[in-house]
């Protein structure tokens, strides 16, 4: 077909495509496509990236064979091209999708994409993507009760086959600072490094994807930022709790709805489980339910015992002259009861008294330095949620027994509800864990009385007064 020709059937077919589309997504996905040529019926077109070529084969391929078709007599073929500064790329960069002939109604078939493939430059960017700490390993990750499943689902993806992700995707793990999350998430991506140097990880914060997305928006290259996520097979994003933005959440979104539907895995790590998100949209919010949510709770007594030891270790090895006993290492195990920053904070602050004192630590001192260290935390490591169901029964006259029963009435209801707003609000419990010991209730239920007790608290004068000399109690006789 003659060059004139062949832009004259474009328009056509460009202005067909903003008719059914609407000028907004028009713009944003065929703006930039232009024809390259129509022999034998195979029609060739070009966009300027691999996410432009990426996006319209997986999403709009069935719209533009159909329309395409309308306008190019014999269409048997379409070949999507990604452009290299400005001129098309060589054919190896074609994928070619073939055309057949339209069902019954002139429905046609959806464009199969065969392949694609990676620039060098982006490749080598993706190589170089930075890993936190490289000694949060599997191997330096203490596994107990509390961050069994975490691990087990965390070590999953890091074996998992190239090319397809494991039985659930996304993974998404949810905890209090401090328990091993980010840890996690930085064992992945090199146990996968090193086990399979092909797979392409990207590890990164909410943080650095929206400063990065806001540099792509300041350059005018928000495509480029678009690409880079397109290559990747493994996704690995922290902090996810501080994503903000409509557009940033948004373009998020588009990242993580593409890589799942091409069976890329994504990891993604919170503070709070997906339903706590609240300034996150709610369908991204469903998207994240639709994988595994793990969560990882405070370490046991026991788990606490093995993560002091290692630090000793390693105390020792920088310091010989730091002599920390087996019974000291009991006393901070119960003491603290936070996760291995908490811990590790403690027993410097042992081994710091020791040094400038220039004298050994007995249980005494020990307990004498950590005398402030249960304190700490977000529970103060004092308040226990046995405390909160004694309490609560005692002022409302209910037994424990019912508080953990599931009878509906509402005097057993209420201070139940009233019990797990201040579980919430005075340890460091996460949701799953405040409803196991609530009557093994699930998370949806412990969210539910929260937000039901703040609401009425704000109507109900008296209710707050309650909760004000509840809380007061709990404290004085934790």
Same mark, same amino acid.
């Given at each position: 077909?003659e060059?004139?020709?062949?832009r004259?059937?474009?328009a056509?077919?460009?202005? +067909?495509?903003?008719?059914e589309?609407g000028d907004?997504?028009?713009?944003?996905w065929?703006g930039?496509?232009?024809?390259e040529?129509?022999? #034998?019926?195979?029609?060739?077109?070009?966009?300027?990236?691999r996410?432009?070529k990426?996006?319209i $084969?997986?999403?709009?391929?069935?719209?533009? !064979?159909k329309?395409?078709?309308?306008e190019f007599p014999?269409?048997?073929?379409i070949q999507?091209?990604v452009?290299v500064q400005? !001129?098309a790329?060589? *054919?190896t960069?074609?994928s070619?999708s073939?055309? *057949?002939?339209?069902?019954?109604?002139?429905?046609?078939?959806?464009?199969?994409?065969m392949?694609?493939f990676l620039p060098?430059?982006?490749?080598?960017a993706?190589?170089r993507?930075p890993i936190?700490d490289e000694?949060?390993?599997f191997?330096?990750?203490?596994? =107990?009760?509390?961050n069994?499943?975490a691990?087990?689902?965390?070590?999953?993806?890091?074996?998992?086959?190239? =090319?397809?992700p494991?039985? &659930?995707n996304?993974?998404?793990i949810?905890?209090?600072a401090?328990?091993g /999350?980010?840890?996690l998430l930085?064992?992945?991506a090199?146990?996968?490094?090193e086990?399979?140097?092909?797979r392409k990880?990207?590890?990164?914060?909410a943080?650095?994807?929206m400063?990065?997305?806001i540099?792509a928006?300041?350059q005018?290259d928000?495509?480029?930022?678009k690409d880079q996520?397109?290559?990747v097979?493994v996704l690995?994003?922290?902090d996810?709790?501080f994503?903000?933005?409509?557009?940033i959440?948004?373009?998020?979104?588009h990242?993580?709805?593409?890589?799942?539907d091409?069976?890329?895995?994504?990891?993604v790590?919170?503070?709070?489980?997906?339903?706590?998100? @609240?300034?996150?949209?709610?369908?991204?919010?469903s998207?994240?339910?639709g994988g595994?949510v793990?969560?990882?709770?405070?370490?046991?007594? =026991?788990?606490?015992?093995k993560?002091?030891?290692?630090?000793?270790?390693?105390l020792?090895?920088?310091?010989?002259g730091?002599?920390i006993? @087996?019974e000291?290492?009991?006393?901070?195990?119960?003491?603290?009861?936070?996760?291995g %920053?908490?811990?590790?904070?403690?027993?410097?602050?042992?081994?710091?008294?020791?040094?400038f004192n220039?004298? *050994?630590?007995t249980?005494?001192l020990?307990?004498?330095?950590?005398?402030d260290?249960?304190?700490?935390g977000? #529970?103060?490591g004092?308040? /226990?949620?046995?405390?909160?169901?004694?309490v609560v029964? +005692?002022?409302?006259?209910?037994s424990?027994?019912?508080l953990?029963?599931p %009878?509906?009435?509402?005097n057993?209801?209420? *201070?139940?509800q009233?019990?797990?707003?201040?579980? /919430?609000?005075?340890?460091s419990?996460?949701?799953? $864990?405040i =409803?196991r010991? &609530?009557?093994g209730?699930?998370?949806?239920?412990?969210?539910?009385?929260?937000?039901?007790? @703040?609401?009425?608290m +704000?109507? #109900?004068? /008296?209710l707050a007064? @309650?909760?004000?000399?509840?809380?007061r109690?709990?404290?004085?006789?934790?």
């Amino acid at each position: 077909m003659e060059p004139s020709r062949l832009r004259e059937t474009w328009a056509r077919v460009a202005q +067909r495509l903003r008719a059914e589309l609407g000028d907004d997504l028009y713009t944003s996905w065929f703006g930039r496509m232009e024809p390259e040529g129509f022999v #034998d019926g195979a029609l060739a077109a070009s966009v300027p990236t691999r996410f432009l070529k990426s996006w319209i $084969e997986n999403h709009y391929s069935a719209k533009l !064979a159909k329309i395409a078709s309308a306008e190019f007599p014999g269409l048997r073929q379409i070949q999507v091209r990604v452009r290299v500064q400005g !001129a098309a790329a060589q *054919p190896t960069a074609v994928s070619r999708s073939v055309v *057949p002939p339209p069902r019954a109604g002139g429905e046609v078939p959806a464009l199969q994409p065969m392949g694609s493939f990676l620039p060098q430059a982006a490749e080598a960017a993706l190589s170089r993507a930075p890993i936190i700490d490289e000694s949060q390993t599997f191997d330096s990750f203490m596994v =107990g009760q509390s961050n069994q499943l975490a691990h087990a689902a965390a070590m999953r993806v890091a074996h998992g086959p190239a =090319g397809s992700p494991v039985g &659930f995707n996304p993974l998404y793990i949810h905890a209090g600072a401090g328990l091993g /999350k980010t840890h996690l998430l930085n064992a992945v991506a090199q146990r996968i490094r090193e086990t399979q140097p092909l797979r392409k990880v990207m590890v990164m914060t909410a943080e650095r994807f929206m400063y990065t997305f806001i540099q792509a928006v300041r350059q005018r290259d928000t495509l480029s930022f678009k690409d880079q996520f397109q290559s990747v097979d493994v996704l690995l994003i922290d902090d996810f709790q501080f994503l903000q933005g409509k557009a940033i959440q948004q373009e998020f979104c588009h990242a993580f709805n593409s890589l799942v539907d091409q069976r890329r895995q994504v990891v993604v790590a919170a503070d709070v489980p997906p339903a706590q998100l @609240d300034t996150v949209d709610q369908r991204m919010r469903s998207r994240l339910m639709g994988g595994l949510v793990v969560d990882i709770e405070s370490p046991d007594p =026991g788990l606490r015992r093995k993560i002091l030891a290692v630090r000793r270790d390693l105390l020792a090895a920088r310091d010989p002259g730091a002599v920390i006993s @087996d019974e000291i290492l009991d006393l901070v195990a119960e003491r603290v009861t936070g996760g291995g %920053r908490e811990l590790e904070g403690a027993l410097n602050r042992i081994a710091a008294f020791q040094q400038f004192n220039s004298q *050994p630590i007995t249980l005494d001192l020990a307990s004498m330095v950590l005398r402030d260290a249960a304190s700490q935390g977000q #529970d103060q490591g004092r308040i /226990k949620i046995d405390d909160i169901l004694k309490v609560v029964g +005692r002022h409302y006259n209910v037994s424990k027994n019912d508080l953990l029963s599931p %009878r509906r009435a509402r005097n057993v209801v209420v *201070p139940r509800q009233i019990g797990m707003y201040l579980a /919430k609000k005075l340890t460091s419990r996460s949701l799953p $864990e405040i =409803g196991r010991r &609530f009557g093994g209730r699930d998370h949806s239920t412990v969210l539910h009385a929260v937000r039901k007790i @703040d609401d009425l608290m +704000r109507a #109900d004068e /008296k209710l707050a007064k @309650d909760l004000t000399q509840l809380i007061r109690l709990i404290e004085q006789g934790a």
